[in-house]
């Protein structure tokens, strides 16, 4: 076991959007001496996961959605273990963490979510996931493999089957990750001289629609026709095998390819930890974010499920709602440890921002509806502010240059 220290501990499980922001802003609360902060995150970096779309179709290089998270937290007092996290024992209150026991006196998971398959035969062997760093460059090279052999093929059906990428699931992810396959799509066809029929996008959807807000769902519906992308709604995938899709109106594509962007389900310790979880594995907590029965260990980000007290349904987790209940329990713990009085959390959605595709954006701030150029420059700046909330300008500069990194493409692509 590690020492025990003096003060209490704060062990966060996990860097990502929700442990970053509750480790960073505990940070910035307290004084010194008042607590320590424990970070454990499986990666010495930092994924900027709303990015990820970008580095799977060659828009950013890969480094361009990594920042280490010895800068982010350099000159804080933050203590950082880049280990993964394989149990937690909450009668002792210790995790292990690559092999090692690290105790806690308050326990925040933040570990996020895995892509749910929802056991629809075939889907885990052969589709695509679109979470992690290893996803997104599996992915760039899967199209640019088919793309390559595609263009080549001279049996007519193979051909289609190369070159006919399908998306599963339009919701924020699915439909970025489409709208910039397109553009990419785009490029590859210029470089190589292929005319626009012979490439087909295809995105599923089980949903009758892409998201709640109509004005927005109807202009990112136009953005996707413009760029050639089919849309088909209220479908769902009912099984996939090597080079067929097959839906729930009875009709199956022929493809290669396809990336799930779905739906997720909680982290596999959630539930192996013996917490109380939903269908999707996610863990269920009270009003100040506690697991339920277990007071002093909070669930947050995409690994818990926060139900909307005035709608009595699950919030959609998507980086606002983490970053909204990292900075709850950043304050509870504060009032805790000063035995202030605590209140309970409210969730509250102040906007989306999505972009779609190199050009262009859909989002609403407040009742503000922002599309086109200026829905993509918003979305650039819900970015730079993201980059400002991990470290300032430094992180705001370091971020920027990042994205500058080199692609793939043009270079890799000839042939
Ligand atoms: C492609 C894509 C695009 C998206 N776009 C948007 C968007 O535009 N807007 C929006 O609001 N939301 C978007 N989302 C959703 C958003 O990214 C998530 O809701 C958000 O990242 C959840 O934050 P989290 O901290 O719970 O999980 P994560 O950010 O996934 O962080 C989990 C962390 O836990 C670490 N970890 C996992 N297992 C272990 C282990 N065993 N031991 C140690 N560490 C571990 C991981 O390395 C990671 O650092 C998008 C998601 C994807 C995949």
New binding site residues.
């Given amino acids: 076991m590690d020492n025990v220290s003096e003060i209490p501990r704060v062990l966060v499980?996990?860097?990502?959007?929700?442990?970053?922001?509750a480790a960073l802003y505990l940070e910035e609360l307290s004084q010194k001496g008042e607590i320590e902060i424990v970070v454990?995150?499986?990666?010495y970096?930092?994924?900027l996961?709303?990015?990820?779309?970008e580095a799977?179709t060659d828009r950013i290089g890969a480094k361009a959605v990594l920042l280490s998270l010895e800068e982010i937290f350099r000159d804080k007092n933050i203590i950082l273990h880049c280990?993964?996290?394989?149990g937690i024992n909450l009668n002792e209150k210790y995790v292990i963490?690559s092999g090692k026991k690290i105790s806690y006196d308050f326990l925040v998971i933040?570990?996020?979510?895995k892509a749910n398959f929802y056991n629809i035969p075939g889907l885990a062997e052969y589709a695509l996931p679109?979470?992690?760093l290893k996803d997104?460059e599996t992915i760039k090279d899967h199209i640019l493999e088919m793309f390559k052999f595609g263009i080549k093929e001279h049996d007519v059906k193979k051909k289609k089957e190369l070159l006919t990428f399908v998306v599963g699931g339009i919701g924020?992810?699915g439909t970025?990750?489409a709208t910039e396959l397109a553009d990419w799509i785009t490029d590859l066809r210029t470089h190589y001289d292929v005319s626009q029929d012979s490439v087909r996008i295809v995105a599923v959807e089980a949903m009758e629609t892409m998201g709640i807000d109509r004005p927005l769902v109807r202009y990112a519906y136009k953005i996707l026709k413009e760029k050639g992308i089919k849309p088909i709604f209220s479908t769902s995938i009912q099984s996939i095998d090597n080079h067929t899709i097959y839906m729930s109106n009875g009709k199956k594509i022929h493809s290669r390819t396809l990336v799930w962007?779905g739906g997720?389900k909680g982290?596999e310790?959630i539930e192996k930890t013996g917490l109380q979880v939903n269908h999707q594995k996610r863990a269920k907590v009270n009003g100040y974010l506690e697991a339920e029965g277990h007071e002093g260990v909070f669930v947050?980000?995409?690994?818990?499920v926060v139900i909307n007290p005035e709608t009595g349904k699950p919030m959609i987790?998507?980086?606002?709602?983490?970053?909204n209940e990292?900075t709850y329990v950043a304050e509870h713990l504060i009032s805790r440890i000063r035995k202030k009085p605590l209140y309970e959390y409210k969730p509250h959605r102040r906007g989306?921002?999505?972009?779609l595709g190199r050009k262009d954006g859909a989002s609403i701030v407040y009742q503000f509806r922002l599309l086109g150029r200026i829905g993509k420059f918003f979305?650039i700046l819900?970015e730079i502010r993201y980059f400002y909330m991990l470290g300032g300008l430094r992180q705001i500069i370091g971020g920027l240059r990042l994205r500058s990194h080199k692609t793939y493409f043009p270079s890799s692509t000839k042939t």
Avoid: C, W
């Fill in positions: 499980l996990g860097a990502g959007v929700a442990g970053t922001r454990v995150n499986e990666k970096y930092h994924l996961i709303l990015n990820l779309h799977a280990a993964k996290v394989t963490a933040a570990l996020g979510g679109l979470r992690t997104a924020a992810a970025q990750f962007t997720i982290h310790l947050i980000g995409d690994a818990s987790p998507s980086a606002q709602m983490a970053l990292a989306v921002a999505i972009s979305k819900t």
